[in-house]
């Protein structure tokens, strides 16, 4: 049996076992409304229904109770006390919430992606060789696809947005992309083909990814992969959507199929958050002002 999730080490286990995810806890604190779906009897939903809105501390309490009382409970619980974690500059403890994220395949999790990048090293020339024994022990040893998406404001925009159904939620199946001679675009402040601006953040209308690439990533988008682009959608290496587990409150991140070549157009690449003129920036310097790339 295993509880996703009590600490890292569930975190492990449920990727490494490939378990399903099943989230009660919402960005609030408190246990959402829906029931999971493996609680198919009438009194497990009704044990559930009397957690549901709670807050994690009021909920812990109702749910020892409710073992008391069916006697489910095999010894009456005692006070004790172990370590447990805290945010930083905080007063509560950490809570596990599972949010979207972007992720790029790195053969972590596909052999025959592993096989073939294996594969590509081998044909590349290395100066010195053993750099190649690295290169290959290195994606041998990768336990986990790439994580690129990060919840902060500055940076290069993951340049995607999603229809909104109509009650205004988003539709995670209608990712809207740029056209790559658009590119760069701040989803934020720029409007997806064929919408206009009075239709953001409306039911039946678009919103924005707030998402930023990790810097790793962006410093690593570079000209050069114009030239790598083929090889690497050869061998399948793409955006995919996912579930990825974070401390502390995160905003909910949504994922998307794209090539990952594609992401960003070469005036886009840049090597991390360095400061960059007007004149061999892409991107006007009237935006640059009230853009998320202001800092740069």
Request: contains cysteine; hydrophobic residues 35%.
């Amino acid at each position: 049996m295993i509880c996703t999730f009590g600490d890292v080490t569930d975190i492990v286990w449920w990727r490494e076992l490939d378990l399903p995810n099943r989230t009660i806890l919402g960005k609030d604190g408190r246990v959402i409304a829906e029931a999971p779906e493996a609680l198919e009897s009438d009194a497990a939903k009704a044990a559930y229904a009397e957690l549901a809105g709670k807050t994690v501390f009021s909920a812990r309490k109702r749910t020892v109770e409710l073992l008391e009382e069916s006697g489910e409970l095999l010894e009456v619980s005692k006070p004790f006390q172990h370590a447990v974690k805290f945010y930083e500059k905080g007063d509560r403890p950490l809570e596990i919430v599972s949010t979207r994220q972007w992720y790029l395949r790195n053969g972590a999790r596909d052999a025959e992606l592993r096989d073939k990048l294996i594969e590509l090293g081998a044909g590349m020339s290395w100066h010195p060789d053993f750099m190649r024994v690295r290169y290959e022990n290195w994606t041998n040893g990768l336990t986990g696809d790439w994580l690129v998406s990060r919840q902060r404001f500055f940076g290069v925009a993951i340049p995607v947005w999603y229809g909104l159904d109509e009650n205004g939620e988003r539709d995670y199946d209608r990712v809207i992309t740029p056209s790559l001679d658009s590119l760069p675009v701040d989803p934020t402040i720029d409007v997806p083909p064929g919408y206009t601006e009075e239709q953001r953040g409306v039911p039946g209308g678009f919103d924005a990814e707030k998402d930023i690439f990790d810097t790793w990533a962006t410093s690593s988008l570079t000209h050069s992969w114009s030239a790598a682009g083929s090889a690497m959608r050869s061998c399948g290496t793409s955006w995919r959507p996912s579930t990825c587990v974070r401390r502390g409150r995160t905003s909910s991140v949504p994922g998307s199929s794209r090539p990952c070549c594609a992401a960003l157009s070469k005036t886009d690449a840049r090597p991390g958050p360095t400061r960059r003129s007007p004149a061999s920036s892409s991107i006007p310097t009237a935006r640059r002002c009230r853009s998320r790339r202001a800092m740069w």
